[in-house]
T-cell receptor, first 114, second 114 residues
Framework: GESVGLHLPTLSVQEGDNSIINCAYS??????FIWYKQESGKGPQFIID?????DKRQGQRVTVLLNKTVKHLSLQIAATQPGDSAVYFC?????????????FGAGTRLFVKA | NAGVMQNPRHLVRRRGQEARLRCSPM?????VYWYRQLPEEGLKFMVY????????ESGMPKERFSAEFPKEGPSILRIQQVVRGDSAAYFC????????????FGQGTRLTVV
């Protein structure tokens, strides 16, 4: 079964507000996490990643927080824009020897209201 | 510098026919991953291949599905005797090496079985 899950299937925010998308995982051995954005009809697009030896990482308008104690990570999007409307997936890199296998959660659909 | 190329983008097959999905990884990438995505769901890992080798096929159905990544040419995901339940979007991703952490995704092939 899935080892990565999302708390909410949809999130609606006002343009300009901050968005927070949450994700829970179950595999305490996972050492690498990724957030992807998927727009309608397109493949997933890498947003930001974080390793398990960190608890926060910032990018351009996005921040990922990792809480290993409760196996939870979140994606924060600052000043949400209409172009941010998409489905967001959290994924864990299982780190298998010889490659990796990324397990995706169900996803959260973000709606940005103008 | 083309990204991951998948074709066809859309494929319609009648029940019992064969479906062949092609994936050309990014230039220089020798690691390919296939995922399946049902509507309103996340991506499910199917198979991980390197040139001429299947590394991990733990997500592949036991029957009717096969994948290859020959020395020359694209990776092929083959589905024999398709059934309606095979209707989904199939995504391919490639990465530079086994140590690489980021995978780049193609636009997907949407298979419809009628």
């Amino acid at each position: 079964g899935e080892s990565v899950g999302l708390h909410l299937p949809t999130l609606s925010v006002q343009e300009g507000d901050n968005s927070i998308i949450n994700c829970a995982y179950s595999n305490s051995a996972s050492d690498y996490f990724i957030w992807y954005k998927q727009e309608s009809g397109k493949g997933p697009q890498f947003i930001i990643d974080i390793r398990s030896n960190m608890d926060k990482r910032q990018g351009q308008r996005v921040t990922v927080l990792l809480n290993k104690t409760v196996k939870h990570l979140s994606l924060q999007i600052a000043a949400t824009q209409p172009g941010d409307s998409a489905v967001y997936f959290c994924a864990e890199n299982m780190g298998n020897t010889g490659g990796f296998k990324t397990i995706f959660g169900a996803g959260t659909r973000l709606f940005v209201k103008a | 510098n083309a990204g991951v190329m998948q074709n066809p983008r859309h494929l319609v097959r009648r029940r019992g026919q064969e479906a062949r999905l092609r994936c050309s990884p990014m230039k220089g990438h020798s690691h390919v991953y296939w995922y399946r995505q049902l509507p309103e769901e996340g991506l499910k890992f199917m198979v991980y291949l390197q040139k001429e080798n299947i590394i991990d096929e733990s997500g592949m159905p036991k029957e009717r599905f096969s994948a290859e990544f020959p020395k020359e040419g694209p990776s092929i995901l083959r589905i024999q005797q398709v059934v309606r339940g095979d209707s989904a979007a199939y995504f391919c991703a490639s990465s530079l090496s086994e140590g690489s952490t980021e995978a780049f995704f193609g636009q997907g092939t949407r298979l419809t079985v009628v």
